[in-house]
């Protein structure tokens, strides 16, 4: 079973920065892929980022320049480095898991799920 956990969120004006981390038991990132997402009320879950167990990475283009995911290199932890923060990014953010080497965008295809974590930007 893989356990997934997020950290990180908060809140911030709007130009701030902020960092999340999501660290993951039962699957190491070695070998397994991970994604960010957000939802925001009364929108669907929407694709941030995500990360190959290669290393290689892909972003939606609204964050593109902004965000950037990562992975830790002694520690199964995921993050998502989050610069020039906009009030259009408040949303709840969520760490996915897949037990597979390559990254997906698609909610679906992924397995595990965090609790969420709370980001606001204030205008």
């Known amino acids: 079973q893989v356990h997934v956990v997020e950290s990180g969120g908060g809140l911030v004006q709007a130009g701030g920065s902020l960092r999340l981390s999501c660290a993951a038991s039962g699957c190491t990132f070695s070998s397994c892929a991970a994604g960010w997402f957000r939802q925001a009320p009364g929108k669907e879950r929407e694709f941030v980022a995500a990360?190959?167990?290669?290393?290689?990475?892909t972003y939606v283009d609204s964050v593109k320049g902004r965000f950037t995911i990562s992975r830790g290199n002694a520690d199964n932890t995921v993050y998502l480095q989050m610069y020039s923060l906009k009030p259009e990014d408040t949303a709840v953010y969520y760490c996915?898991?897949?037990?597979?080497?390559?990254?997906?965008?698609?909610?679906?295809?992924?397995?595990?799920w965090g609790q969420g974590t709370q980001v606001t930007v204030s205008s």
């Open positions: 990360i190959s167990s290669s290393g290689a990475t």
């Open positions: 996915a898991v897949r037990p597979y080497q390559t990254a997906r965008v698609a909610v679906r295809d992924y397995n595990y």
